[in-house]
């Protein structure tokens, strides 16, 4: 069974950094892309970008270019997003999703990302 | 980049219901990489629809996807109490593969 599990939810306040997590099991987590969706509070899907974690071929949308880094660690089956310097606006759900051929086939559950000083 | 501009923004109906969602792309989507996902509050995402037309598994026939180009349509033939939530289209044939703003599926 695919399984897209995220890491736990986070406050933190404007200026700090974090690196949030979505561990794949049940498939050859290298042979996939794994992407990331942003979704503000009351808002829609946003679509950030994807990672081929067998040679870590990164895509960005314009939008997150340069806010943002994603990344992978195949060793672990692990994909990541991750902030140096969170800006309120950061303040959202972020959903990890892997897609096949392009449209995501499966997601993870979520996490929820607080920033508030 | 494409833009995905969803109408009507709210849909009210009733169970039992024909539903029927636009999804209009600001250019030509390439080989109808057009899909469609129902969100529930508190959950995430469910693909439904990919290829434009090819329902994804599990997913009730119920639903169906036609449509080419730059227009895309969402029909639910009869609706269940369980369809009512929020609708998004996605292209995927060209970086960044962007979401449209969603239509809500309300009881009315």
């Known amino acids: 069974e695919v399984q897209l599990v995220q890491s736990g939810a986070e406050v933190k306040k404007p200026g700090e950094s974090l690196k949030i997590s979505c561990k794949g099991s049940g498939y050859s987590f290298t042979s996939y892309w794994i992407g990331w969706v942003r979704q503000m509070p009351g808002k829609g899907l946003e679509w950030m970008g994807i990672i081929y974690p067998g040679d870590s071929d990164t895509r960005y949308s314009p939008s997150f270019q340069g806010q943002v880094t994603i990344s992978a660690d195949k060793s672990i089956s692990t994909a990541y997003l991750q902030w140096s310097s969170l800006k309120a606006s950061d303040t959202a759900m972020y959903y990890c999703a892997r897609p096949r051929d392009g449209y995501n086939d499966y997601w993870g559950q979520g996490t929820l990302v607080t920033v508030s000083s | 980049e494409i833009v995905l501009t969803q109408s009507p923004g709210t849909l009210s109906l009733s169970p039992g219901e024909r539903a029927t969602l636009s999804c209009r792309a600001s250019?030509?989507?390439?080989?109808?990489?057009l899909a469609w996902y129902q969100q529930k509050p508190g959950q995430a995402p469910r693909l439904l629809i990919y290829g434009a037309s090819s329902r994804a598994t599990g997913i009730p026939d119920r639903f169906s996807g036609s449509g080419s180009g730059t227009d895309f349509t969402l029909t639910i033939s009869r609706l269940e109490p369980e369809d009512f939530a929020v609708y998004y289209c996605?292209?995927?044939?060209?970086?960044?593969?962007?979401f449209g703003q969603g239509t809500k599926l309300e009881i009315k």
């Open positions: 996605q292209q995927y044939g060209s970086s960044p593969y962007s």
């Open positions: 250019q030509s989507v390439s080989s109808s990489y």
